[in-house]
């Protein structure tokens, strides 16, 4: 009973403070290395480990900088791990202008909000989280993004408008999550998009203006998902394609790699099954 008394005065009081304008704050606390990034080279890094964010909080990140010379405009790499965090905290781009590389890989991720101050990110992985959705202009002012990584969440719906400005991004990892269907103009603005992954998810059917825009797509990964049907010039704009996976599907079971010059033909004979029962029908 005491116990319970108590409970109801925690949590009666945290809304208190909410509604009254207080928000509640919560620390994350840095520990600044050297490390060596594929990507970023020699990077000056913040390890962020044990943190917790709930929605409605302030986030700060505190922690001293081993040296003198050393500054927050120098942290190009943050990193959180063993947290709890339900969405970015805006503070890691305001506090780390520079910030190029983002890891929040199963830190519980649950909110994807807009990232208005992440103008220098170039990577972002958050993988293994708890993401359902992107909203419209989702990642806006984030134009410098090269690297998205959602592998493992449990996304259903992308809006239309998610990726508009993303013209530089050339990875685009979605697998394992829970798409049955994209909107024709979805991937519209990757104009530099070379790798999409989309395996594991529950799509039905690839309709021509999906990748009408991708014309710079190496590799598409498109296995173990629910596939009957395939409009038969979907992949036909895409010169630099060589890697297309396939296999795992009701029309078609197989994978596609160039090795030879009639790649574009293999991949005809290779999906005609597909090709014949597009549209797909219920």
Same mark, same amino acid.
């Given at each position: ?37 594929? &990507? ?20 700060? *990140?505190?922690?001293?900088? /081993? #040296?003198?010379?050393?500054?927050? &405009? ?10 709890? *965090? ?12 520079? !910030? ?8 519980? !991720? ?5 990232? /208005? ?20 202009? @989702? ?8 690297? !998205? ?6 996304? #259903? ?11 530089? %991004? ?8 829970? *798409? ?5 103009? @979805? ?15 529950? %799509?039905? #059917? ?10 710079? !797509? ?13 409009? /038969?010039?979907?992949?036909?704009? &895409? ?14 079971? *197989? ?28």
């Amino acid at each position: 009973m005491v116990l319970k008394f108590l409970f109801l005065i925690v949590t009666v009081g945290y809304y208190a403070n909410v509604e009254s304008g207080h928000v509640p704050g919560r620390e994350g606390k840095c520990e600044f290395i050297n490390e060596s990034n594929s &990507m970023l080279g020699n990077v000056y890094s913040c390890k962020i480990k044990n943190a917790v964010l709930h929605k409605d909080e302030k986030f700060t *990140i505190t922690g001293p900088h /081993p #040296s003198k010379g050393r500054r927050d &405009m120098g942290v190009k790499f943050v990193e959180f791990s063993s947290s709890n *965090i339900s969405r970015i905290p805006n503070q890691v781009f305001r506090k780390f202008p520079n !910030l190029e590389y983002l890891s929040m890989n199963g830190v519980g !991720l649950r909110i994807f909000n807009e990232l /208005p101050h992440a103008t220098e990110l170039k990577v972002l992985l958050a993988n293994n989280n708890q993401i359902t959705k992107f909203d419209a202009n @989702t990642f806006e002012y984030a134009k410098a993004l090269m690297i !998205l990584s959602f592998r493992k969440n449990q996304i #259903s719906t992308i809006d239309a408008k998610t990726f508009i400005n993303l013209s530089h %991004l050339e990875d685009l990892y979605l697998s394992d999550n829970k *798409i049955a269907a994209l909107h024709m103009n @979805t991937f519209n603005p990757l104009i530099s998009l070379q790798i999409l992954s989309l395996s594991g998810n529950q %799509l039905q #059917s690839i309709d021509l203006e999906l990748f009408q825009s991708n014309r710079q !797509l190496r590799e598409v990964l498109l296995y173990d998902n629910k596939l009957k049907a395939i409009h /038969p010039q979907a992949f036909s704009n &895409m010169e630099s394609l060589f890697n297309l996976e396939l296999h795992g599907n009701e029309c078609i079971d *197989i994978d596609s790699r160039i090795d030879e010059d009639d790649f574009q033909e293999k991949i005809n004979n290779d999906l005609k099954s597909c090709f014949e029962k597009y549209p797909a029908k219920e």
